[in-house]
Structures are given as C-alpha cells and as structure tokens.
C-alpha cells in the first residue's frame, strides 16, 4: 500500500483533504478500476500512443485520480469552504469515483487530444444525488486543467516526444541520409514540372474573365489565413447556431454521443474565440509539434488553396535541391476513391504510381522507402467531397492506416466543417485547427496582390482597386462576403467591369454570371443544331436543380441530386426553350459536369450537387421569387403560408427566406415579418422573431415596412428579459433556455438595429445591470464591436473590468479593452490591477498576456511579470509570466535570475518544467544552466520535470561527461517510465558507440515493466546494433512473449525490417501469424497476426507452409480484417 501512495505522489501530500479515499483504494486490487478508466484510451490504441501493463496502469490511475480530487478541492476551497465542510464531500466524492461512466470520462485525456466530457461528470453528480457543489462550482475548468494534469502524466505520442527531443529528430535526419540516393527513374524534375503545371497559377478557369487575360500565379497571390485550434469538442460549435448543431444532430450531422449543455458550449466558444489565431503557415513549420493536422473550413475559404501553395512550395525549389528537400504528394480524395472503386488501386501506394488523377506517375517501390524515411509529407484535399459516408469513413481508414505505416510522414488533411465527424481522426493524434475568415489587412493583400499582378495600366489599376476597396467599407453586404477568399475573388474579376452591387441577393446574381459565362455549353454544342443557350438558360436549369433539391425527401440539407434526376430536369427546359435533340444535349451537359468544376459539380456515384452551398440557397430562393413574380403561379399567400409557414423552423431554410426577402418588393416583406411575429414561437425558442428580423435586415428600402420593424423591434427587446412565469432550478433546463434566448436576442439587436438610437442605451443597460452574466457578456461584446468609438463604451468596459461580480464578463471586458483601447492610460492600470489583484486566475492570466501583447515596451509590464512569475498563487499565472518573460524580455538580466529560482524552488512542477525549458532554449551558454538542469533531472521530485531536464541535457550537453552518465542512471534507475524511455531514447540518439548503452537496451528491452520503455528499446537496438549476436534473440523473444501487444508488434515489424529473408526467422513469423493473442478494438488498429502474415506472403512466397498458412488465416483467424486479407491474398494466390 505504501508504495502505491509514494507512486501516487501522495504519502507526504500536506492539506490534501482527500487523501483517505485514495489510501482505501491502494489497499484493494485494483484491477476492475484500471480496466474501466483505461477503456477508452486501449480501444483506440495506437502505435503512437502506448498504455504500460498493469503496475504502470495502476500508477498513472492513482497520479491521475490524485490529480482529480486536488482540482476538486482546488474548486471547493474557492468557494471558502472550511475544512470540515470539504470533508463533508469524501463520501460522496468515493461514491462518484467508483461510477463506470466517471472512471472512463477520467481515464479518456490518456488518450492523446481526448477529453473529459464535463457535461457528463456533472450529469453523474446530479444523477447521483450527491451533495450539492458549490454555485461557482466550474466543471468545464476543472476537467480543462485535469487534462493538462493527465498530459503530463503522460506525455506519450510520438509526436510530442519529437518536440521534446530534437536528438531524436537528428536521428530522424540520420536515416534519411542513409538512405539510398532516389532511383534515376524517379524522375522529380518531370513531377515538377507537372506541379507546376497543375497548380502554378490561380484557378480562374471557372470564372468569366470577359476578354481579359489573368495569368496571375497562384505564388503571388496566395494569403496565408488565421487558423484557431479545436481542442474540447466537435469544431461545429464554434461556428454554428444552437439550432442547427441540433438540426446536425438529428440528421446523424454530428458525433450520436455529442451532448453539449449550454452553459459548457458557452465556454467552449470562449475558449476558442479567446485563443489568439495564428497563421496557418506558422502552423505548418511546427512540423514535429504538428505532424498530423486537418484543416477545417468553409466552402471557399481556401483548403484546397493552400495544399497547391504548399506543394508548389517544393515545385519553386532549386532543381538542384530537389533531391534533399520533403516531397509533396498531394490527393484529391474524391478523386482517389472514385479510382479504388473503379479498382485502379487498392491504397494510397498504388494510387500514386496508377491512379487515375493523380497529376504524375511515381514509382511504388522507390516511393515507399521515401515514405517510410519521412521524406515526404502527404496531404488529403477535400474528406467531405467523398459525399457517401460509408466511403467516407473507408477513406479516413485508408488515411489512418497509412499514418500508421508511416509514421514519420507529416500527413495533412483538409475537410468542409459541416457534417465532419472529428472522433476518429482525434483518437488517431490529428490536431484539428479551424480556418477564420480573412481578416481586413489580409482581405487589403489581397486587393494590392491582385491588382499588381492583374492589371498593367496604372492609371485602370489604380481606379477600380479604389472602386474595390470603396465597395467593401461602404456595404455591409459586401464587406462580410470579402472575408471568403472564393468570393473575394470573384467581386475583384467583377469589379473590373463594373460597380459592384449592394445587396446580396444582386451580388450572388453577378457573381453567378461571372461563373456560368465560362461555362462555355457553345463549345461544347457545336456540332448540334438549333442549339444556342446563353446564361441565363443557364440560371434558370440551375433555378430548377436547386428547386429539386428543395423539394426532394432530403432538402436543402442533402445539397444532392442523381444525375437521371439532373437530366431529367435539364430535358424538360430544353424542350420548354425549343431547343432540338435535348437528350443529347442534356447529357453532354452532364458529362461536362464531371470535369468542371463550376456552380454544379460531379460527386461520384450518378450524383451531383453545387459545389458551394451559397449558390444553392440562392437558386432555390430564386426560383420561389421566379415563380412569385414572373410566372405568377405562386401568390402572396401561397408564398407566406407553403414556403415561410411550412419552413420557418428549420434552421435550413433561413438563409433562403432570407434571400427570398431580399428579392421581392418590400411591401410583401412586411406583410411576411407580420406572419411571422404573429406565430406562437415560445416552445422553438422564438425563432420565428429572430427569422422575421433577418428578413428585415435583408430589405433594401426599410422605411416601406417601418410599422412591421418597430413591433419587431420591441419584441426582440423583450426576449432580452425573457424568462419563464415560474421557479425553476439554477442547474435546470430552463435556465439554459433562458441565457439562449436572452443572448441571442442582444446579439440580434446590435447586428440589426445597429443605427437606431435606442440600441446603444439597451446595450449599455443590459451591460451593466442585467442579472444573467450572459448577457452582460453579450451587451458588452455588442458594444466594443459596434460603438467603440462612443465615450460612454469606454467607461462600461472599465467598469465591468474591475467590478463585475462574474470573472467571466471581467475577462472578457478586459479583453475588449486591450483590442479597442490600447493608447487609452487607463487601459494599462486596469490591467496591471487586474493582473495582481483579481480574485480570478483566469482574470489574472488574460491581463498578463494582455499587458505582455500590447506594452512590451512599458517598463512596468516586465515588472508586473517578474512579480507574477515568483509570487502569484496560482501555477498556471507563474507559468504564463514566466513564458512571457522568456519570449520577450530574455536580455533582462533578471530574467534568466526568475527562471533559475523558478526552475530550482517553485513549489508546482509544471512551472519548473516550464522554467527548465526555457532556460535551456535562451541561456544553454549559462554556467549555471547546465548545473539546475543536471540536478533536476536526477533529484526533482516529479518525473515530467526530470524527463523536460534529461531531454534539455541531451539536446544541449551531449559533450559533458556527466550528460551520458547522468542518461544511463536515469534509463536504469528511475522509477517513472516515461524517464526511462526519454533516458533509452536519448541514450540511442547520442551515445550509439558507448559501450554501456548496449547493455542498457538489451535490459530494458526484456526486464523493464513498462511496455512503453519496452517497446523504446527494442526499436533502438534494431536501428542500431543489427550486427550485435543478441539483437535477433531479444527481438524473437519479444515478439512471441511479451504480454504487451503492441510490444510484440513493434519486434515483430523491427525484425522484418531490419533482418530481411533470413530463413531462420520463418518460424517467428509463422508463430505469430497463428498464436498472437492480440483482439482489435477498432478496424484501423495494426494486428501482430496481421503484420506477420504480411511478411511471411513478401519474404516467404514460396516456403511451403505459407500458403496452408494463408488458408487457415482466411478461414480461422478470429478477426474480421485478418481474414478478409488473408482471402483477398489467397484469392490473387490460387487465382
């Protein structure tokens, strides 16, 4: 028992009030406990992320839950809880611990991103009927830091470990100058050419460029975007209304288990809004932080833009440095599955050397050594264009799987956010980062690249570039359009004939036109006759398509139709225009639909859609407002009761109602927003008021239907204090409802009656006196945004910056202040007073990173900061002033004094940690540095801290002869596995030729109790000491009884690797092949009995046991995938 508490971290855990729960648990096996709290993380287990057997398991449960109930503490002793009344809370804290479901939320951060479900553990309290928490009780913060806590404690994705140990990406290098040179029929400077014929220039050939010749590069014009990071939950959120995260939800949109509160979503949002967007080259550079990435973002905003730019990137390189720079290999994915099914190829390997559409043939065999060194990044463009999901989760297969053959090749992969299910692509270590709309400064690069590169008379290009940047100030319409790449592009190709239009509805006509003008049906008809079709036919087939899809089973929201469908409709206008022959035209329309990509795009399967679903929107409402207007078969009332009647609840729809409004006169609007106001909203949260105010927004003559908005207005204002005529509980349903609809309903009258007088005084009102914090919030976002330039703007922000009682809406005025007010004086007290004295850590840390972004130069920030880094409370401030120091006051010679104390005495390990590594990126050429770092890696207290100072030592001291001494006693001696492995690691990197490190791996390879460390050894004796007579016998050995499986794995794949066609190993081989115990949770899981089938069929196709071999496997093996690949081969066998 005593041992569990000293690996726990808590025999000696001074004030920890519940330190008696975990002393009972280290009295009892411990078994059932671990197997629950690790569920999740051994069901998607992956090579890169490892769990140690089960002492380690029983370890890292202890740490984790030690971890847990001192942030449960944390908590409580904010609220002031005396001691007596924390202890009120271990038997209910007992009984919560041992619940199924809060064991699996606390085990999941062990899997690299996953997250603790807060929604889900305070459900359980709830459910539970424990003692009531604290009102300021946060879950959403608590299972935050308990994440940070558990990455620590586990710090073990190969991803990480190469951050943290550059050693290991010199090995990396290494190997890949070891390998042999590329083979002469690899021919890169053919592919180079053939990239930069692909994608060297901006693709315009979907646009009508009307007589002008744009041959702009796409090099020159490329904007690097903003990207933000997803951590907690499904990207969606961050983007969507509540109502359609729920129509998403209903639909199988989104993850079945997503069950998001509110409140929690409320907090995500902030916590996402609140990260500082960074580029998304910058990113990319991080190549060891960031190997496996996917880009998320709307239609137009530039995906598949950047994946060209980036292979292009390579394609600009000297020819001459072709050879020793990272290839690109850049898929479409739509285009790779419609070659797999057409059986061209069978993965991505084969894809690449004869796949159709693929821009260059390269030779498979030469192009798996490339990958397997690392020597290449691979990118997958467009995930959501593989429109069926079953193939879509197929393709994901594919991408993990690769991934995990090659697992130093950077893979990227690019997604529509819409419809994206994140979950499997997370649990296999792919970061999600979200593209943001182009900011101003980016969206005036673009306006200055563009008519640099686009025009050559000076005299033009000054003139319609002013025309341009005049447009997008004085519209809003406009302005909000211009922040989508696509369609910034295309109101600059318009703009060079004309002004643009002011109105939405008018600019998606225009930008329609300069669309369907080149898609050049004459051409194509050439040879039929009595066939002339201009633009407008065009619009009005695709009027008709987006109609279809409008009424089909599955509506807007399916975005599809079939292609007999499709032609269906097309034969039918044809005949309607008299045009001859339409069959034949009608499919020489759809067949030139396959190979442009315009307004309506092929999606495989007889299938089509638009390609972005503006267009959509806009040709169905055109076709209500067509048949409204023109034909006349449509009325008023029709109009009212069967489209907005029929669809005003679906959040689908709004975007069409809203242009429907835009388009017809605006006497009908009034008469629609009466309609609308006059519904019973209440039980859809009265999104029928928030409809009717988006429709009169879109009215270009609003003074028309002023009775009709002065109702609505007032009504908007009263759902501001909407609340139900009964009590209800604080933690209820109702509440959430509630702070929704109050939100929502500031948000609504600052984005819609921005100009009316009255709208500044109920925002400054809600601001400072409304009791929902939510809506403080919101009034005081509404207001910074809005009326920055108000004086009354800038005196509520101060004042809900000091004296807010919720830290939420001080945090957030804080930040407003530091975005509008900077050379405001008192925009700098307020934040050096935040920064020291607020109750809040949150508070605290957002004024330091305020303060340290915008008054660097101000000699009391650093001031500020050094007094935060030694003496703040909290961990995670000291943390932040210490990074802030180090990033921008490193020559201060009180700097490197902080970080050596800091380092050496601060109390919390992520701060020593934090100081170490800073220490060692800023001062290696300090004396005393190499001193702290030497004995914090053999004395600190905690392993992260230890492992931080052993990888500094490696990276920065391998001459000192006490950096391979200290290594080996560490590799050896210490008690965390996470040390040990950094130690072998490092040891193997650094120090090959030592006589003593040998016998280190050979030991921690057989005899270490960690899977992990293991697993670590056995790749680096096989990379290292092939010729040592040991290596193979450990290997063997491992690969048939370690109790780890992917230990045995791993050997496995070391011997076949790296001891080729060696007879003597048949039997290996087979022996796993038939006896490996391994059970696969997930189909993309790489199985030991799998593995050595493979390479029995590549090194032994004619050892006679293979083939009876192949047959049992096919018929016996007990998982699925094994024997589909067992018969697949047997089948190529025998066929």
Not at 96 to 108: D, R
Not at 549 to 562: A, F, V, Y
Not at 612 to 638: G, M
Request: glycine share 2%; aromatic share 10%.
């Amino acid at each position: 028992m005593v041992e569990r508490l000293v690996a726990w971290g808590i025999a000696n855990s001074a004030g920890f009030v519940f330190k008696t729960l975990l002393e009972e648990l280290a009295r009892v096996n411990l078994d059932k406990y671990t197997q629950k709290f690790f569920s999740e993380t051994l069901q998607y287990l992956l090579s890169g992320v490892q769990i140690s057997q089960q002492q380690t398991l029983e370890i890292a449960f202890g740490q984790a839950l030690k971890e847990f109930l001192s942030l449960v503490q944390q908590e409580l002793e904010d609220a002031d809880l005396s001691e007596a009344e924390l202890k009120q809370y271990v038997k209910p804290l007992q009984q919560f611990i041992q619940h199924e479901i809060v064991l699996i939320e606390l085990g999941k951060p062990f899997l690299v991103d996953a997250a603790t479900n807060a929604s889900s553990l305070e459900a359980i309290w709830d459910e539970l009927k424990l003692l009531p928490l604290s009102d300021n009780f946060n879950w959403q913060i608590l299972t935050r830091r308990y994440q940070r806590k558990v990455k620590a404690i586990l710090q073990d994705s190969d991803e990480l470990r190469s951050i943290l140990n550059t050693q290991k990406l010199e090995a990396i290098q290494r190997n890949i100058k070891e390998i042999a040179a590329i083979a002469p029929d690899f021919d890169l400077i053919h592919y180079r050419r053939e990239i930069q014929k692909a994608y060297g220039h901006l693709r315009l050939d979907s646009f009508d460029t009307s007589g002008y010749s744009y041959s702009v590069k796409l090099w020159n014009m490329f904007i690097p975007q903003n990207v933000r990071e997803v951590n907690e939950t499904l990207p969606q959120i961050y983007e969507l209304p509540k109502e359609e995260l729920e129509r998403l939800k209903k639909s199988n949109g989104l993850e079945e288990d997503v069950d998001i509160k509110p409140e929690i979503l409320e907090q995500y949002k902030r916590a996402y809004s609140q990260q500082t967007s960074r580029s998304v080259l910058e990113i990319l550079e991080l190549r060891q932080t960031y190997k496996h990435i996917v880009i998320l973002g709307d239609p137009g905003s530039g995906k598949s833009s950047l994946l060209q730019y980036l292979t292009q990137q390579w394609a600009e390189t000297p020819i001459e440095d072709l050879s020793s720079s990272s290839i690109p290999l850049l898929i479409e994915l739509r285009t790779y599955m419609r070659s797999r099914d057409n059986h061209e190829c069978r993965d991505f390997l084969e894809f690449f050397q004869q796949g159709s559409g693929f821009v260059c043939f390269l030779n498979q065999q030469q192009l798996d050594t490339l990958l397997k060194s690392g020597k290449a990044y691979v990118m997958f463009d467009g995930l959501d264009e593989v429109f069926e999901p079953n193939k879509r989760e197929e393709a994901i297969t594919d991408i993990i799987k690769f991934t995990n053959n090659y697992p130093l090749v950077r893979v990227l992969v690019t997604s529509r956010v819409i419809g994206y299910k994140p979950a499997r692509l997370r649990d296999a270590n792919f970061r999600h980062f979200m593209l943001q709309d182009l900011e101003p400064e980016q969206v005036q690069d673009f306006i200055n690249r563009w008519h640099d590169f686009a025009f050559s008379d000076p005299l033009d290009k000054q003139r319609k570039k002013e025309r341009l940047e005049r447009a997008i100030q004085d519209f809003q319409a406009i302005r909000q359009l211009a922040s989508n790449p696509l369609l910034l592009t295309m109101m600059a190709i318009l703009n060079r004939n004309q002004e643009l239009p002011r109105d939405r509805s008018e600019l998606y006509n225009q930008a329609s036109r300069v669309l369907l003008q080149q898609w050049d049906l004459e051409k194509l008809l050439i040879n039929v006759e009595s066939a002339s079709i201009d633009y407008k036919d065009k619009q009005a087939m695709l009027r008709q398509v987006a109609y279809n899809m409008q009424t089909n089973k599955k509506g807007l929201s399916g975005n599809l139709i079939h292609k007999d469908a499709l032609e269906s409709i097309l034969i039918k206008y044809l005949q309607n225009i008299g045009v001859h022959q339409e069959e034949r035209i009608a499919q020489l329309i759809i067949g030139q639909l396959r190979e442009r990509n315009f307004i309506l795009c092929f999606l495989g399967a007889d299938y089509y859609a638009f390609v972005h679903r503006t267009f959509l929107e806009y040709f169905c409402a055109w076709e209500f407002v067509w048949q409204f207007e023109k034909e006349r078969n449509i009325t008023i009332d029709s109009l009212i009761d069967d489209v907005f009647g029929k669809h005003w609840q679906d959040e689908t729809w709004h975007e069409v109602l809203r242009l429907i409004a835009g388009m017809i006169d605006a006497k009908f609007v009034g008469k629609i927003i009466e309609y609308l106001m006059n519904l019973n909203g209440e039980e859809e949260k009265f999104i029928n008021l928030f409809l009717a105010a988006k429709c009169f927004s879109e009215v270009r003559n609003p003074l028309i239907v002023q009775p009709e908005a002065d109702k609505l207005f007032k009504k908007i204002q009263d759902l501001i204090k909407y609340d139900f005529p009964y009590y209800y509980d604080y933690f209820s349903e109702e509440i959430n409802l509630v702070r929704e609809i109050n939100t929502q309903a500031v948000a609504t009258v600052a984005a819609i009656w921005k100009d009316d007088p009255q709208t500044k005084t109920i925002l400054q009102t809600r601001a400072q006196d409304d009791e929902r914090w939510e809506v403080r919030d919101a009034a005081i976002q509404a207001l910074a945004s809005n009326y920055k330039d108000d004086p009354q703007t800038k005196t509520i922000l101060q004042t809900r910056a000091q004296d807010d009682e919720r830290w939420e809406v001080r945090d957030a005025a804080i930040q407003a202040l530091a975005s509008n007010y900077k050379d405001d004086p008192q925009t700098k007290t307020i934040l050096q007073t935040r920064a020291q004295d607020d109750e809040r850590w949150d508070v605290r840390d957002a004024a330091i990173q305020a303060l340290a972004s915008n008054y660097k130069d101000d000699p009391q920030t650093i001031t500020f900061l050094q007094t935060r880094a030694q003496d703040d409370e909290r961990w995670d401030v000291r943390d932040a002033a210490i990074q802030a120091l180090a990033s921008n006051y490193k020559d201060d010679p009180q700097t490197i004094t902080i970080l050596q104390t800091r380092a050496q005495d601060d109390e919390h390990e992520y701060v020593r940690r934090a100081a170490i590594q800073a220490l060692a990126s800023n001062y290696k050429d300090d004396p005393q540095t190499i001193t702290i770092l030497q004995t914090r890696a053999q004395d600190d207290e905690h392993g992260d801290v230890r492992r931080a100072a052993i990888e500094a030592l490696a990276s920065n001291y391998k001459d000192d002869p006490q950096t391979i001494t200290i290594l080996q006693t560490r590799a050896r001696d210490d008690e965390d596995g996470d040390v040990r492995r950094a130690a072998i690691e490092a040891l193997a990197s650094n120090y090959k030729d030592d006589p003593q490190t040998i016998p280190i791996l050979q030991t921690r390879a057989q005899d270490d109790e960690d899977g992990d460390v293991r697993r670590a050894a056995i790749e680096a004796l096989a990379s290292n000491y092939k010729d040592d007579p040991q290596t193979i016998p450990i290997l063997q050995t491992r690969a048939q009884d370690d109790e780890d499986g992917d230990v045995r794995r791993a050997a496995i794949q070391a011997l076949a690797k790296h001891f080729q066609y060696q007879p003597d190993l048949f039997n290996t081989y087979h022996h796993c092949a038939r006896n490996d115990p391994f059970e696969s949770k997930e189909r993309w899981q790489t199985i030991p009995r799998r593995v050595a089938v493979e390479i029995i069929i590549k090194q032994y196709p004619h050892h006679e046991q293979t083939l009876p071999l192949l047959r049992d496997r096919a018929e016996n093996d007990p998982d699925e995938e094994v024997r589909e690949y067992a018969q697949k081969k047997l089948k190529q066998w025998e066929g």
